[in-house]
């Protein structure tokens, strides 16, 4: 899948889209982009670099979202993270939690497109990597089509050529940013009449998607692509249905089973643990994989009981294996037709 793909991808998530998850949904998905957590800028630039910003070359492609409003530290970030090799560098201008507005980034910067479009200018300035923006279509009270259309063209003058648009407005008080996720009504209505106003942005929806059905129906409506968020961590084997519904031009992945993708966990689990990496960091990714199916009950206790004891090791993730009656696997591979 080119860098340059947007049709599928998995939303940034915070405590749910670190590296272990973003390799054991590669192993679901070969196609579909992929996001990290929020990163701050001030994090990466004065903190552990690498701890923050290494990832497994399969994860690709592969995006970090990064948190701050400073354009001069989102610059030295963004460049870090383009030595890593990351194929797209995304500014969160979406994110409501309080916490995240008293940092000054987040749903908040809504209220200074300027001021985003300098961070935009900052990092294109030092890296040839896409940058993007994810934003909301309104904030409080300011819910009118006029606020997010004059965001989005402030932003886009500045050289943003790629927006992320949940399609909810946010609170920026009295929500929590789970009921941010919930309460404001979904306006998909918003996002395509942005399509017809802004016709050479490139235009991702994001907010409510969960069935392939609404893929299908937001691609039809001409938008760039679809950005899956809770449904991909609650039920992962979803994204072998999205990748095989639409992204598999490029071949399709034969055989695929659960048992298949837990035997690469396995493999990944065993050389991250000997690198001192607990088991539970990897094996909580893991827990929707039968979401479902029969037995998804004995699973998730399975590997919640074994994952908890100190000297837990991968096999942890065999006997769970054995507690859904699945007890043969084989790796899939990419192959053409």
């Not at 908040?108 to 994810?134: E, H, N, R, W, Y």
């Not at 065999?318 to 053409?336: P, Y």
Request: glycine share 10%; proline share 5%.
């Amino acid at each position: 899948m080119p860098a340059g793909e947007w049709r599928v991808s998995v939303a940034p998530m915070m405590d749910c889209t670190d590296r272990h998850c973003r390799y054991f949904m590669r192993l679901l998905s070969p196609r579909v982009r992929l996001y990290t957590e929020m990163l701050t800028a001030a994090a990466i630039v004065r903190g552990s670099t690498d701890r923050l910003l290494r990832f497994d070359p399969s994860e690709e492609p592969v995006a970090v979202q990064l948190g701050g409003s400073d354009p001069a530290l989102l610059a030295a970030a963004a460049k870090r993270a383009a030595d890593y090799g990351y194929d797209e560098i995304n500014l969160n201008a979406g994110c409501p939690s309080e916490r995240v507005s008293d940092g000054a980034f987040g749903a908040c910067l809504m209220k200074s497109p300027d001021l985003v479009g300098q961070c935009v200018v900052a990092m294109q300035a030092v890296t040839s990597v896409p940058v993007t923006v994810k934003t909301r279509i309104g904030l409080d009270d300011r819910d009118d089509y006029g606020f997010v259309r004059d965001f989005v063209g402030a932003v886009a003058a500045a050289g943003c050529r790629t927006f992320i648009l949940h399609a909810r407005k946010a609170y920026l008080s009295g929500l929590s940013p789970k009921e941010n996720r919930t309460v404001p009504p979904l306006r998909y209505d918003v996002v395509y009449q942005l399509r017809q106003d802004f016709p050479d942005l490139r235009l991702i929806i994001n907010g409510g998607i969960d069935s392939a059905d609404g893929v299908r129906q937001h691609l039809a409506a001409g938008l760039d692509g679809v950005m899956i968020g809770r449904k991909a961590y609650a039920d992962p084997w979803w994204l072998t249905e999205l990748d095989d519904t639409f992204l598999a031009a490029g071949g399709r992945v034969e055989p695929r089973s659960r048992a298949a993708v837990v035997s690469g966990m396995v493999d990944y689990a065993r050389r991250e643990c000997r690198s001192g990496t607990r088991l539970h960091h990897i094996s909580r990714h893991l827990l929707g994989l039968y979401h479902g199916q029969p037995g998804a009950r004995s699973w998730r206790r399975a590997i919640t009981l074994g994952s908890a004891r100190p000297d837990a090791g991968p096999d942890i993730l065999l006997s769970a294996l054995d507690e859904v009656g699945e007890k043969s696997f084989s790796k899939g591979v990419l192959t053409n037709g």
